[in-house]
């Protein structure tokens, strides 16, 4: 049951992300081009950005903790770590998973791996 409970938050929080982004073309566009890692936008879409990189990075935590605690299957850290290597390519992404007190240590290593895993950030931290 805890487990079913803890899937439909998950669940629940894809859905609401779903929504927001989905809501206007302007979110939209801003939120696919997280993972291309391309120039910083400038103006009101650089905070949209910003924020939808908050939403994106806590719904991939939540996974990450379902993963970790039993409530995803086994293969759930190897596509979510396949999910996040094109998102920490780009360095503003990347700053807000290792920022201090947000997200655990184990996450925070987690997409650092991620990252190093990531063809042309070799060696990047």
């Not at 302007?26 to 910083?40: M, Q, R, T």
């Not at 400038?42 to 039993?70: C, I, K, P």
């Amino acid at each position: 049951r805890e487990a079913q409970e803890f899937i439909h938050a998950v669940l629940s929080m894809w859905v609401s992300l779903d929504t927001v982004v989905l809501q206007r073309d302007d979110l939209l566009h801003v939120a696919e081009a997280i993972p291309e890692a391309g120039a910083e936008p400038s103006g009101v879409a650089r905070h949209q950005e910003r924020w939808l990189s908050l939403m994106f990075l806590n719904a991939f935590y939540m996974d990450y903790l379902g993963a970790t605690n039993g409530f995803h299957p086994e293969q759930a850290l190897q596509t979510l770590r396949q999910v996040l290597k094109s998102y920490v390519a780009n360095e503003r992404f990347y700053a807000l998973t290792q920022y201090p007190g947000a997200y655990d240590p184990g996450f925070r290593e987690f997409c650092r791996s991620a990252r190093q895993r990531h063809p042309g950030q070799e060696g990047a931290s």
